[in-house]
């Protein structure tokens, strides 16, 4: 069964820094795309940043240059490294398994599944 | 960036009948689109990808058409696990992936 299990939601200080990390588990997760979706309270999905097989990585406006995302193939972990914390950074943080990577670009880039996702609140 | 919208924002339609979701694209997606549910406090499913295709291990009640920048999802007979908010997704050019801003399916 494929299964993604992310952790390292807390309650930050606007400024704090933040890292969260998804293990996947029932998949050969070197293999396909990751990406991190969040969900403010009460509203939709928005994409946050993803990353090829490889390591290309790829930013929202609204988080570039403040998020970082990266993976370990060896230990089957997607990472979120967020710094400069904003109120609407507040969310619902999901990671969820994307596309392939064909002749360098990612093809297929639905998610499935999503894991369940970890809460990041951030107020002082 | 492509926008994608999504109508009507909330759907009443009884049990045993038919839901029609619309998703419109700013630009042409091709067949680049998904749509998932979401139940509270679960994490969005899958249902359809390439626009017409059903995810693994969902009813054949759930259908989807459409290409370049019209898409609908059909639910052909709700049943009350139905009842939940759906969301459309465009792949076709990204960064960003973008999303509707979902459709609230609830029981008239």
């Known amino acids: 069964e494929v299964q993604l299990l992310e952790s390292g939601g807390d309650l930050v200080q606007p400024g704090g820094s933040l890292r969260l990390s998804c293990v996947a588990s029932g998949f050969s997760f070197s293999s396909y795309a990751m990406s991190w979706v969040r969900q403010a309270p009460g509203k939709g999905l928005e994409w946050v940043s993803g990353i090829s097989a490889g390591g290309t990585t790829y930013y929202a406006d609204s988080v570039k240059g403040r998020f970082t995302i990266s993976r370990d193939n060896s230990r089957n972990t997607l990472n979120l490294q967020m710094n400069g914390l904003r109120a609407e950074d507040t969310a619902v943080y999901h990671c969820?398994?994307?596309?392939?990577?064909?002749?360098?670009?990612?093809?297929?880039?639905?998610?499935?599944?999503w894991g369940q996702g970890t809460l990041v609140t951030v107020s002082s | 960036e492509i926008v994608m919208t999504q109508s009507p924002a909330t759907l009443s339609v009884s049990p045993g009948e038919r839901a029609t979701l619309s998703c419109r694209a700013s630009q042409s997606v091709n067949n680049n689109l998904a749509w998932y549910q979401q139940k509270p406090g679960q994490a969005p499913r899958l249902l359809i990808y390439?626009?017409?295709t059903r995810a693994t291990g969902i009813p054949a009640r759930f259908s989807g058409s459409g290409s370049a920048t019209e898409f609908t999802l059909t639910i052909s007979s709700l049943q009350s696990e139905d009842f939940a908010v759906y969301y459309c997704q465009q792949y076709n050019n990204w960064p960003p992936i973008t999303f509707g801003q979902g459709t609230r399916l609830e029981i008239k």
């Open positions: 390439d626009a017409s």
């Open positions: 969820a398994k994307g596309g392939v990577t064909i002749f360098g670009v990612i093809k297929n880039n639905w998610f499935d599944p």
